[in-house]
């Protein structure tokens, strides 16, 4: 199974993580900012990352689908071990919208940080503002962490007490976070911070972060 993108994309990061939970392996294929050509083209006809194909997987066709919630949707149906999508009805419904609040609402917030302060000044070598990026640090963020902070439960996890899309969702962006060098203050969030660093530190997530860092270090 292929997956288009580049991980520096919180959402491709969720991906391989997700199935690295699940022990699978994923082969990730560059993808983005022009690159992927046309089996990138017909796995996202949009041209968003991630991009995902299973050969052979639709009556000898290859399956393709785009968007991390559909590709995760994908991977737990196909591959319902380890469960990472609760099927009780309350814990299935607080994942999902555990998934919905970093996709929409967390990114969106740590997008404004990331762009303005790695991926368009260093990265891209393009304009950036500032002044965007400090008022999304600043103002919009910390009520996202107090939020964090008041609902991460004593076990470490959001759902069930064990794993699950949930956390890996939440935490993806934290990364992009980090490479922004921005970093949660642990006196004002300890939970979150706590949580976090307790996520990432993950098997599921280590090689990815630390071949980001490396990649991040050459663009310092």
């Known amino acids: 199974m292929i997956v288009y993108g580049s991980t520096i994309s919180p959402f491709v990061r969720k991906v391989m993580a997700f199935a690295a939970e699940k022990g699978l392996t994923l082969t990730l294929e560059p993808a983005g900012l022009g690159r992927g050509g046309p089996a990138f083209s017909e796995a996202s006809p949009f041209g968003k990352i991630p991009g995902f194909r299973d050969p052979g ?15 995760c949707a994908y991977l737990e149906a196909k591959f319902p071990e380890a469960n990472l999508i609760p099927k009780a009805p309350i814990a299935h419904a607080r994942t999902i919208w555990f998934e919905e609040f970093a996709d929409s609402i967390f990114f969106a917030v740590a997008a404004k940080i990331f762009s303005n302060r790695f991926l368009l000044p260093k990265m891209l070598k393009r304009p950036f503002d500032e002044a965007i990026a400090a008022n999304a640090a600043d103002v919009e963020l910390p009520p996202l962490l107090d939020y964090l ?13 064990r794993i699950t899309l949930a956390d890996i969702s939440v935490c993806s962006p934290f990364v992009n976070l980090d490479h922004a060098n921005l970093v949660i203050d642990p006196a004002r969030w300890p939970k979150t911070a706590a949580y976090v660093d307790a996520i990432l530190a993950r098997p599921s997530f ?7 860092k490396a990649l991040v270090a050459t663009f310092a």
């Open 149 to 161: 902070e008041g609902v991460i439960p004593a076990s470490g996890f959001l759902v069930e007490d």
């Open 57 to 71: 997987a639709d009556h000898g066709a290859d399956f393709c689908i785009s968007d991390s919630t559909a590709i």
């Open 206 to 212: 280590t090689p990815i972060v630390t071949a980001e």
